[in-house]
């Protein structure tokens, strides 16, 4: 059996031990009646089970996801559009150093005309009765008129670049504002659907809690094992790229960091901030998200993929892995949870795009 067969096997096989070892018992459901309690009496809200309650937390850390997502595209343009403002300023400066100068140079010309009495030294040259001075005269005069329309389509253009930098810049501004709104919202977005899934969370007993991540082990191991069980393993054999195996080696370097929204380093990553530093560190910049990582990085079929790819899942592409051979990625899960290796068909896969094509 060749290691990628082995590496699959052992997978299913953990993930096979997981469910083996969960206990039978169902800590949620519903106490008996107490016998004191009146027939007619109306029933109370019934509690949830614990299937229901990992599929809501699930949905609240999904939507915080995408949230991330939003607020992680919005710094981006933020830092981008404060980058170009401070170039607009920059020329802007050297824009009205430039109109000064010349400025400057027309009023001279202007005082040298008003010192001959309206005509430039040229002219009265022009006057003159000896056919060289008559001659070099004309061509000072044409001189002086070509420099002169110079300094005045100069300083047009000048002042045409300096207005236009001007509304670049204001726009810019108005542009960079939209998007600090943007991030607050989305930051107000996912810290409410985070405190609102730890809630849910802290409202188990411990016994409960572990229950849960034994349910989403389940969950994991059940979308893998009808990944593999769709044979979509058996096509994919392909090597790493040298920058994929960087990309890998940089990944798996980190994990047990933990997940934080926001973060691309070094102590901490979300989902897209482990698979846009792991490419950076392979010498690839890549987009900051995973829906720009979706949206602009060439897409390659399941079956072609390769370590260093980068499978997308969800339908709203808001999370990301890294592929990293025999059937598994290395992934920031979501809060609460480190960076780790999981099944590369343990959630619903968009697609797989390569970075370094």
Not at 60 to 86: H, P
Not at 175 to 188: D, F, G, H, I, V
């Amino acid at each position: 059996m060749n290691r990628r067969h082995c590496a699959a096997a052992a997978i299913t096989l953990v993930c096979a031990l997981a469910v083996l070892t969960v206990p039978t018992q169902a800590f949620a459901a519903p106490a008996p009646p107490s016998p004191s309690h009146s027939p007619t009496a109306p029933a109370g809200p019934q509690r949830k089970s614990l299937e229901e309650v990992r599929e809501e937390i699930d949905a609240l850390y999904r939507k915080a996801g995408a949230a991330t997502d939003a607020y992680n595209l919005a710094e981006e343009q933020a830092k981008k559009q404060s980058g170009e403002i401070v170039k607009l300023a920059q020329a802007i400066v050297a824009g009205q150093a430039k109109i000064a100068d010349l400025k400057s140079r027309a009023g001279a010309q202007a005082r040298e005309q008003y010192r001959t009495g309206g005509l430039p030294p040229g002219a009265q040259m022009m006057l003159s009765d000896d056919p060289r001075l008559f001659m070099d005269g004309v061509n000072r005069v044409w001189q002086g008129q070509q420099a002169a329309k110079g300094v005045l389509g100069e300083l047009t253009r000048t002042q045409e670049d300096l207005e236009a930098y001007t509304k670049d810049a204001s726009s810019n501004w108005k542009k960079l504002e939209a998007n600090r709104l943007k991030q607050a919202k989305a930051k107000k977005r996912i810290n409410g659907q985070i405190a609102a899934a730890k809630k849910l969370e802290s409202q188990l007993e411990k016994k409960e809690r572990a229950r849960l991540l034994e349910l989403e082990q389940e969950a994991e191991y059940k979308a893998q094992t009808a990944w593999l069980g769709s044979g979509a393993l058996k096509e994919i054999n392909r090597e790493a790229s040298a920058g994929g195996k960087k990309a890998v080696a940089f990944a798996t370097a980190q994990i047990g960091k933990p997940y934080v929204w926001g973060a691309e380093g070094p102590g901490s990553y979300d989902c897209s901030g482990l698979t846009s530093q792991a490419w950076a560190a392979a010498g690839r910049p890549i987009p900051r998200t995973s829906q720009e990582q979706w949206r602009q990085l060439p897409h390659i079929a399941v079956k072609d993929m390769r370590p260093g790819d980068l499978i997308i899942y969800h339908g709203d592409a808001s999370h990301v892995g890294m592929y990293i051979g025999d059937g598994a990625i290395v992934h920031a899960p979501r809060p609460g949870r480190n960076v780790t290796l999981a099944g590369a068909g343990s959630m619903e896969i968009l697609g797989v795009v390569r970075p370094d094509r």
